[in-house]
């Protein structure tokens, strides 16, 4: 175990829903992270929150909606995905530069 | 703009022969280097660093290598065992976040 977890571990949703996942950390990080996996690409960033204020989005759509209520916990809230946004999400933590990351929530849009 | 690859995406080795895993990346800011492994259902796991004023730098059974002159980075794991089976990602960092390489799947022959 890493110290961060992410709920749902799996998660389907209709391109109608909302939805959000749920990361938490446990290591007294100040800084938090998404992160997009799709098959056979690389790792994306996808928002970066230090001190629980973004500081990085790196232009994602708007149907992606972040929020970091504190330092412990970051959700990402989901509306009208489209199926290319399935996808493994995955959270990290880090103070420093090594980062911690979550076992993700792979999405499935229908 | 910055890129970070893997020469070989898939490697197959016997068990207990040594693996090499190669990655080269584009940005020559980048200070500080990290390769994880990722196993199946499972987040990206920290195995080892390398800040670019080192060469070489050991584990337990693993040596990163940096060249900076080629921009080349590398991961060596000795004696290699069936847990190591899993995909293997390089990610460079020129300053606060990091640029992750499309990964490389590790598969270990009996």
């Known amino acids: 175990e890493t110290g961060v977890t992410q709920t749902p571990r799996h998660l389907v949703m209709g391109m109608t829903n909302k939805k959000s996942l749920k990361c938490e950390q446990h290591?007294?990080?100040?800084?938090m992270y998404w992160y997009k996996q799709s098959a056979k690409k690389p790792l994306e960033l996808m928002f970066v929150?230090?001190?629980?204020?973004?500081?990085e989005n790196n232009s994602v759509p708007s149907r992606f909606s972040p929020e970091c209520p504190n330092s412990s916990h970051l959700f990402l809230h989901l509306h009208t995905l489209q199926p290319e946004d399935s996808a493994l999400y995955l959270c990290?933590?880090?103070?420093?530069?090594?980062?911690?990351f979550g076992p993700g929530t792979r999405l499935t849009v229908l | 703009g910055e890129s970070v690859g893997l020469h070989l995406p898939t490697l197959s080795v016997q068990e207990g022969d040594n693996s090499i895993i190669n990655c080269a990346y584009s940005?020559?800011?980048?200070?500080?280097f990290i390769w994880y492994k990722q196993e199946s259902g499972k987040g990206p796991q920290f195995i080892i660093d390398?800040?670019?004023?080192?060469d070489k730098r050991q584990g337990q059974r693993v040596t990163v290598l940096l060249n900076k002159t080629v921009k080349h980075l590398s991961l060596q794991i000795a004696a290699t065992q069936p847990g190591d089976s899993a995909v293997y990602f390089c990610?460079?960092?020129?300053?606060?976040?990091?640029?992750f390489g499309p990964g490389t799947r590790l598969s270990v022959l009996p």
């Open positions: 990290a933590s880090s103070q420093g530069n090594e980062q911690f």
């Open positions: 290591l007294g990080h100040n800084a």
């Open positions: 929150y230090s001190l629980e204020e973004r500081v």
């Open positions: 940005n020559s800011a980048s200070d500080y």
């Open positions: 390398i800040r670019s004023n080192m």
């Open positions: 990610a460079e960092s020129p300053g606060q976040n990091f640029v």
